[in-house]
């Protein structure tokens, strides 16, 4: 059974960068799609990006300019960082792992707040 | 960017009772369609994918159909611990998109 843990700062001022980190335990890191997905408190979820079974990344058209996602498959993990927030990042940040067309196991979720 | 609409956006039913949930692309997304569950405090959880494929260890109760634009999910039976927020999710090329989700609650 594969275990997704997660990690981060969960307080950032304004304009300051988020950055998570993703480790994988009990499974294969090769092979799967790997994305982070957000949830603003009381709203839906929202796709960041992924990074691919061949390293590849994907980016949500929204968040491109600021985001990046790279993995240490050494280490079976897997980062985000994103540039510049706001007060409109503030969210509960999942790890995910998946296929091409869905996503299978999700982490414990971490809320970052962006307040001055 | 293909768009998810799910209705109806909050849907009260009575345990026992049958839910049937939709969700309507904007262009056709083939059978490349998931459905997740979300309780208060947790993670989503993957229902059905590939439009009508259970995940593994899902209840039978839980079914998936549709093709095209048009998707439904159908809880056959409400039980206590059905209601919670359902999501559908697709995936174009190298977009992923969710709708916003339907909360199904107790009558």
Same mark, same amino acid.
């Given at each position: 059974?594969?275990?997704?843990?997660?990690? #981060?700062? #969960?307080?950032?001022?304004?304009?300051? /960068?988020?950055?998570? /980190?993703?480790a994988v335990y009990g499974g294969s890191f090769s092979g799967y799609y790997w994305s982070w997905i957000r949830q603003p408190p009381g709203k839906g979820l929202e796709w960041i990006g992924e990074i691919n079974h061949s390293g590849g990344v994907n980016y949500s058209p929204s968040l491109k300019s600021r985001v990046a996602i790279s993995e240490d498959t050494s280490k079976s993990q897997f980062s985000l960082k994103l540039d510049s927030v706001t007060a409109a990042d503030t969210a509960v940040y999942y790890c995910a792992r998946g296929a091409y067309n869905k996503i299978q196991d999700w982490g414990q979720g971490t809320l970052v707040t962006v307040s001055s | 960017e293909i768009v998810l609409t799910q209705s109806p956006a909050t849907l009260s039913l009575s345990p026992g009772e049958r839910a049937t949930l939709s969700c309507r692309a904007?262009?056709?997304?083939?059978?490349?369609?998931?459905?997740?569950?979300?309780?208060?405090?947790q993670a989503p959880r993957l229902l059905i994918y590939d439009a009508s494929n259970r995940a593994t260890g899902i209840p039978a109760r839980f079914s998936g159909s549709g093709s095209g634009t048009d998707f439904t999910l159908t809880i056959s039976s409400l039980e206590p611990e059905d209601f919670a927020v359902y999501y559908c999710q697709q995936r174009s090329n190298w977009l992923i998109t969710f709708g916003q989700g339907t909360r199904l609650e107790i009558k």
């Amino acid at each position: 059974q594969v275990q997704l843990q997660q990690w #981060g700062a #969960g307080l950032l001022k304004p304009s300051e /960068t988020l950055s998570l /980190t993703c480790a994988v335990y009990g499974g294969s890191f090769s092979g799967y799609y790997w994305s982070w997905i957000r949830q603003p408190p009381g709203k839906g979820l929202e796709w960041i990006g992924e990074i691919n079974h061949s390293g590849g990344v994907n980016y949500s058209p929204s968040l491109k300019s600021r985001v990046a996602i790279s993995e240490d498959t050494s280490k079976s993990q897997f980062s985000l960082k994103l540039d510049s927030v706001t007060a409109a990042d503030t969210a509960v940040y999942y790890c995910a792992r998946g296929a091409y067309n869905k996503i299978q196991d999700w982490g414990q979720g971490t809320l970052v707040t962006v307040s001055s | 960017e293909i768009v998810l609409t799910q209705s109806p956006a909050t849907l009260s039913l009575s345990p026992g009772e049958r839910a049937t949930l939709s969700c309507r692309a904007s262009q056709s997304v083939s059978t490349d369609l998931a459905w997740y569950q979300q309780k208060p405090g947790q993670a989503p959880r993957l229902l059905i994918y590939d439009a009508s494929n259970r995940a593994t260890g899902i209840p039978a109760r839980f079914s998936g159909s549709g093709s095209g634009t048009d998707f439904t999910l159908t809880i056959s039976s409400l039980e206590p611990e059905d209601f919670a927020v359902y999501y559908c999710q697709q995936r174009s090329n190298w977009l992923i998109t969710f709708g916003q989700g339907t909360r199904l609650e107790i009558k």
